[in-house]
């Protein structure tokens, strides 16, 4: 994106979106929710539908001059519909987070128990936990993951079910490494009534290229992010049968929301073109390779990675086995180049803001068309980078700086090319 406009008005402002492209050029990104939208995205994010107010759907708004703005939602909702065999699509939701509200709004009156996975064994805020709305105007039970695999235990999830026969049943989360069981939350929501809603922010883009099972015959609502797997804007969208396309409708709007972000409708349009062409089947397996080949390295080299391994794009690593803490080691590796997150590992004795692991994902780094050789030289790094981190060594990081300078020239984040040059 050219930044003269910008730079001739808010001098201050350029500089730091120019930083900000460097930095995202030149850092190894693994932060597992994060990616690199294409250019093409990047454009209809910028464009003058930011401009426009159009609340209510295509047909039926409460605003003239929607000539080109109702074409562009429709060719979003159809792309979406067709690429996750869905009977209605929504593609209104701010982003994930009111998405998922609005799926409480469809269905829940306050007061109503609900059922998701516990944030600290990998579930979202937003599926009922305590510090969240949704923890705080509903009754919230939750669900973890079994002490020794660090895998959802679907029978302790039908037995809390049954027990407390709840109106909404969330599957998906944000620090999940294995394969969601669409159809064996199917069946529980099924035998206690129960609305089941997959979550699928985090794996959107895999599911599309048809790298992680689809949920579509499983749940009665599908909710998801756009911007990361996917590879879209930042925006949210909700997906469900034909018989719940109304009330998901109103609660979108105008349930929750007002006027929908035009430029982010458009951009999701464009990347849900870019996720049905031939190229994302092969971008979506490769992030799950890439994933698999870092987390082999990791584990030749000692490492804990919570149920051992992963299948999709995401891996979680306890370095209690390391002596270093999950912030420190992030901070550390972040000086070195290679930025990911603290995060709470399953049963973590250590405090949320200060937890005993690291949380890492392959989606952006696979954008760049990196493969198994550079996360193999990424895992190297890493170890290097925490064992320095454990004994305060800042020689080493500055050392893996320079080498992931010299790795990431090579490989251009789309959008950013020219930084490359
Ligand atoms: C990221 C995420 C969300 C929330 O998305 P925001 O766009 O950050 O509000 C919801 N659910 C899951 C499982 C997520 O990973």
């Given at each position: 994106?050219?930044?003269?406009?910008?730079s001739?008005i808010?001098p201050?402002?350029a500089?730091?979106i120019?930083?900000e492209?460097?930095r995202?050029?030149?850092?190894?990104?693994?932060?597992?929710?994060?990616?690199?939208?294409?250019?093409?995205?990047?454009?209809?994010?910028?464009?003058?539908?930011?401009n426009?107010?159009s609340?209510?759907?295509?047909?039926?708004?409460y605003?003239?001059?929607q000539?080109?703005?109702?074409?562009?939602?429709?060719?979003?909702?159809?792309?979406?519909?067709a690429?996750?065999?869905?009977?209605?699509a929504?593609?209104?939701?701010?982003?994930?987070?009111?998405?998922?509200?609005?799926?409480?709004?469809?269905?829940?009156?306050?007061g109503?128990?609900i059922?998701?996975?516990a944030?600290?064994?990998?579930g979202?805020?937003t599926?009922?936990?305590?510090?969240?709305?949704?923890g705080?105007f509903?009754?919230?039970?939750?669900?973890g993951?079994?002490?020794e695999?660090?895998?959802?235990?679907?029978?302790?999830?039908?037995?809390?079910?049954?027990?407390?026969?709840p109106?909404?049943?969330?599957?998906?989360?944000?620090?999940?490494?294995?394969t969601?069981d669409?159809?064996?939350?199917?069946?529980?929501?099924?035998?206690?009534?129960?609305?089941?809603v997959?979550?699928?922010?985090?794996?959107?883009?895999?599911?599309?290229?048809?790298?992680h099972?689809s949920p579509?015959?499983?749940?009665?609502?599908?909710?998801?992010?756009?911007?990361?797997?996917?590879?879209?804007?930042?925006?949210?969208m909700l997906?469900?049968r034909?018989?719940?396309?109304?009330?998901?409708?109103?609660?979108?709007?105008?349930?929750?929301?007002?006027?929908?972000?035009?430029?982010?409708?458009?951009?999701?349009?464009?990347?849900?073109?870019?996720?049905?062409?031939d190229?994302f089947?092969?971008?979506?397996?490769?992030?799950?390779?890439?994933?698999?080949?870092?987390?082999?390295?990791?584990?030749?080299?000692?490492?804990?990675?919570?149920?051992?391994?992963?299948?999709n794009?995401?891996l979680?690593?306890?370095?209690?086995k390391?002596?270093?803490?999950?912030?420190?080691?992030?901070?550390?590796?972040?000086?070195?180049?290679?930025?990911?997150?603290?995060?709470?590992?399953?049963?973590?004795?250590?405090?949320?803001?200060?937890?005993?692991?690291?949380?890492l994902?392959?989606?952006?780094?696979?954008s760049?068309?990196?493969?198994?050789?550079?996360?193999?030289?990424?895992?190297?790094?890493?170890d290097?980078?925490?064992?320095a981190?454990?004994?305060?060594?800042?020689?080493?990081?500055?050392t893996?700086?320079?080498?992931?300078?010299?790795?990431t020239?090579g490989?251009?984040?789309?959008?950013?090319?020219?930084?490359?040059?």
């Open positions: 994106m050219p930044l003269d406009a910008i001739r808010d201050e402002i500089h730091l120019a930083d492209e460097r995202q050029a030149e850092k190894i990104r693994l932060i597992p929710s994060e990616n690199y939208v294409s250019s093409a995205v990047l454009e209809a994010t910028g464009s003058v539908l930011t426009k107010y609340e209510g759907y295509p047909g039926k708004r605003y003239e001059g000539q080109f703005i109702d074409p562009i939602e429709t060719l979003a909702i159809e792309r979406a519909k690429l996750f065999s869905v009977d209605h929504n593609v209104q939701p701010y982003s994930g987070s009111p998405a998922n509200l609005a799926v409480y709004l469809a269905f829940c009156k306050p109503d128990t059922m998701g996975m944030l600290p064994a990998g979202h805020l599926h009922g936990w305590n510090v969240s709305i949704t705080k509903f009754k919230s039970v939750a669900y993951v079994r002490k695999t660090g895998r959802v235990d679907l029978d302790e999830v039908r037995a809390l079910a049954l027990e407390h026969r109106k909404l049943l969330w599957c998906g989360g944000t620090a999940i490494p294995r969601i669409f159809a064996g939350f199917a069946a529980i929501a099924k035998e206690v009534g129960a609305v089941l997959a979550d699928i922010a985090h794996i959107a883009g895999l599911v599309a290229g048809g790298a099972p579509a015959a499983h749940a009665d609502v599908i909710s998801t992010t756009t911007h990361k797997t996917l590879r879209g804007p930042r925006g949210g997906m469900c034909a018989a719940h396309a109304p009330a998901i409708d109103k609660a979108v709007f105008p349930g929750l929301q007002g006027g929908p972000h035009n430029h982010t409708t458009a951009a999701i349009a464009v990347a849900l073109k870019e996720a049905a062409g190229g089947k092969a971008y979506a397996h490769q992030i799950v390779k890439n994933a698999r080949a870092l987390g082999d390295e990791l584990l030749a080299r000692g490492y804990d990675l919570v149920s051992g391994g992963t299948d794009h995401l979680l690593v306890d370095l209690t390391q002596g270093v803490p999950g912030k420190k080691a992030a901070r550390a590796l972040d000086r070195a180049g290679l930025v990911l997150n603290y995060n709470t590992v399953p049963f973590d004795p250590r405090k949320p803001f200060d937890p005993s692991g690291v949380r994902g392959t989606p952006a780094v696979t760049r068309g990196m493969k198994e050789p550079e996360m193999k030289q990424i895992a190297r790094w890493l290097e980078g925490i064992r981190a454990a004994r305060d060594d800042e020689g080493p990081i500055e893996i700086l320079g080498e992931v300078r010299e790795l020239k490989f251009p984040a789309p959008g950013l090319e020219r930084l490359a040059r």
